[in-house]
Nanobody, 123 residues
Framework: QVRLVESGGGLVRTGGSLRLSCAAS????????MGWFRQAPGKEREFVAA????????SYADSLKGRFTIPRDNAKNTVYLEMNSLNPEDTAVYYC????????????????WGQGTQVTVSS
């Protein structure tokens, strides 16, 4: 099975930037779409961004559109989440996961959830 490991989180000031990485190992198929999600304490997990594994399509949460991007590097079996203009509301644990839809018709996840990576934005 595909194993996913998130990394790149940390502590940043308001207005700063971070790039998160989601590295896949094990069996990896080129048609896997990938998504980023986040969960703040006491809140439900929410969708952040998604990309088809071939890179033909991307999708972003409306509230984050323009600040976050989700590039990929298939040669490294890695997808990234580039976050700009961060604010304290972005503080959360960020998770990646495989998505069922090759074309992002839906954002239903396929794999199990990992440990995520903590992003903390200070004021």
């Amino acid at each position: 099975q595909v194993r996913l490991v998130e990394s790149g989180g940390g502590l940043v000031r308001t207005g700063g930037s971070l790039r998160l990485s989601c590295a896949a190992s094990g069996r990896t198929f080129s048609n896997y779409s990938m998504g980023w999600f986040r969960q703040a304490p006491g809140k439900e997990r929410e969708f952040v961004a998604a990309i088809s594994w071939t890179g033909d399509r991307t999708s972003y949460a409306d509230s984050l559109k323009g600040r976050f991007t989700i590039p990929r590097d298939n040669a490294k079996n890695t997808v990234y989440l580039e976050m700009n203009s961060l604010n304290p509301e972005d503080t959360a644990v960020y998770y990646c996961n495989t998505l069922r839809s090759p074309t992002l018709m839906t954002l239903t996840t396929w794999g199990s959830w990992g440990q995520g990576t903590q992003v903390t934005v200070s004021s």
